[in-house]
């Protein structure tokens, strides 16, 4: 099986009142450099055969404080098919602002049929991001994980992915700033191991579970 640590960006000063989107130039700010500081120390002993990051500085400082933490490892890599959805014409404005537009209500109940002015469709998003953690699965290997930073919506479209959830029910997931969700992928189906985790023990991850036949544990396991 190959483990996939998922990994949102630290606060930034836009995190919240405004969509950022592609806006360059967003940094994150002291609270975020002390989450991403905070989640690198906690998962500084899980082996990672690469860290991988959406090109957007908010993520390239997180996944560089994850990389700064360990003694040796992969270098971090950027990959732009994990960067934020192109919001387009929504990028930079106040969400107060956004959710009196019409797309507003699509993009809450039925976001596969939602595009962004100027910009991708949600659906668009998640196939990109997909398909690049398709070909980084095959590139890691079996029995060896690996790490992506990333942006919310992105995180969300994947993890929708690997419960067989409709794109449609993604908005039912959330991933708060600089907290960890894990994916064990198998040959028959992906198991999710955690989801908008901010705290806690993170020994299970340094050696997965053995074998990768897909079997479920029946009556949920030990």
């Known amino acids: 099986m190959t483990t996939l640590l998922l990994v949102r960006h630290g606060l930034t000063p836009l995190t919240g009142p405004v969509l950022a989107g592609w806006t360059p130039d967003v ?7 002390a989450q991403a500081a905070a989640l690198a120390e906690r998962i500084a ?23 700064a933490a360990r003694t040796s490892g992969p270098e971090p890599l950027t990959d732009e098919r994990f ?20 797309l507003w209500k699509v993009v809450q109940a ?42 919310g919506d992105i995180i969300k479209a994947i993890v929708a992915d690997a419960l067989g959830l409709h794109l449609d029910q993604f908005q039912r997931i959330t991933v708060g700033p600089a907290s960890l969700t894990v994916i064990s992928y198998t040959e028959l189906r992906p198991f999710l191991l955690r989801l908008n ?19 479920a544990p029946v009556g949920g396991g030990a």
């Open 45 to 67: 002993g899980v082996p990672l055969r690469a860290i991988v990051s959406s090109p957007l500085e908010r993520c390239t400082e997180t996944a560089g404080a994850v990389a």
């Open 110 to 151: 039925h976001p596969s049929a939602a595009t962004f002015p100027g910009g991708e469709s949600l659906a668009e998003a998640q196939h990109r991001a997909l398909a690049a953690v398709r070909e980084w699965n095959a590139r890691i290997g079996p029995d060896a994980a690996y790490l992506v930073c990333s942006h």
């Open 83 to 102: 960067g934020e959805v192109r919001y387009g014409e929504w990028t930079g404005r106040r969400l107060d602002e956004l959710v009196k537009e019409p």
């Open 27 to 33: 940094h994150l700010d002291e609270r975020g450099r």
């Open 197 to 215: 985790d901010a705290g806690g023990d993170v020994t299970d991850l340094v050696a997965p579970p053995a074998g990768d036949d897909g079997d």
